[in-house]
């Protein structure tokens, strides 16, 4: 797997899944506090993991945000710390229950949404979705800085990367995201105001090509 460089901050890790017509996405955020956004499943964590540490250099890793407990989220988390044991997870309240009880209970940081993290040159606010996974809370993280929304699972895009970024509209693609993603309207609603309030520059999903909005 090639890291793909997206700025001089960030670099793209893509992988393709042909029999589901699927691309799964990981971030690298280098910088004085250097974050992974997923780590994928455990193969895609440890075809990264070379790249990560290629790019980082004797640089330890210090979080890896995990947006919600699915596999392509967190599977590759204790492989991960196999070889980074300081990583800090960064999640809601109900993943970390849950990576919990897979004997990942150190250091982890739980977030909930509007709380603030700041990590070197970045500064995350974080943002209540409703992820697919039983309905459970998850969250997104939006970089304030940079105006970058990692939205996991709400705006995914199928088929291969063609090209790492493409240009859209914030408004356009927010009324894409399906009612059954939701559990209900109402919340459906909140979630389309949430990140229609949000001075969005760059949508980098979990699924699909990033777009500049």
Same mark, same amino acid.
């Given at each position: 797997m090639e890291a793909i460089k997206i700025s001089d901050m960030i670099y793209l890790f893509n992988s393709y899944l042909e029999f589901i017509d699927l691309t799964f996405n990981q971030y690298l955020l280098i910088g004085e506090k250097p974050i992974l956004i997923h780590t994928g499943s455990n193969d895609q964590t440890a075809a &990264?993991?070379?790249?990560?540490?290629? =790019? *980082?250099?004797?640089?330890?890793?210090?979080?890896? /945000? +995990? #947006?919600?407990?699915?596999?392509?989220?967190?599977?590759?988390?204790s492989f991960l710390m196999n070889y980074y044991p300081q990583v800090k997870p960064i999640c809601?309240?109900?993943?970390?229950?849950?990576?919990?009880?897979?004997?990942?209970?150190?250091?982890? &940081?739980?977030?909930?949404?509007?709380? =603030? *993290?700041?990590?070197?040159?970045?500064?995350?606010? /974080? +943002? #209540?979705?409703?992820?697919?996974?039983h309905l459970w809370e998850g969250l997104m993280a939006f970089e304030t800085k940079q105006g970058l929304l990692f939205s996991s699972d709400i705006f995914i895009q199928r088929g291969k990367l063609e090209q790492p970024i493409i240009s859209s509209n914030l408004k356009d693609?927010?009324?894409? =995201?399906?009612?059954?993603?939701?559990?209900?309207?109402?919340?459906?609603?909140?979630?389309?105001?949430?990140i229609l309030n949000l001075p969005v520059k760059y949508i980098m999903p979990g699924h699909g090509p990033c777009k500049k909005v």
């Open positions: &990264i993991l070379p790249q990560i540490k290629g =790019i *980082l250099g004797s640089k330890p890793l210090e979080y890896v /945000f +995990v #947006s919600h407990f699915e596999s392509d989220e967190c599977g590759g988390l809601s309240q109900v993943t970390a229950r849950q990576l919990m009880g897979f004997g990942i209970t150190k250091d982890i &940081i739980v977030k909930n949404p509007g709380e =603030i *993290l700041e990590a070197g040159e970045y500064k995350f606010k /974080f +943002v #209540s979705y409703p992820s697919e996974m693609e927010v009324q894409k =995201i399906p009612l059954e993603q939701v559990p209900s309207p109402d919340v459906h609603k909140v979630l389309v105001e949430t």
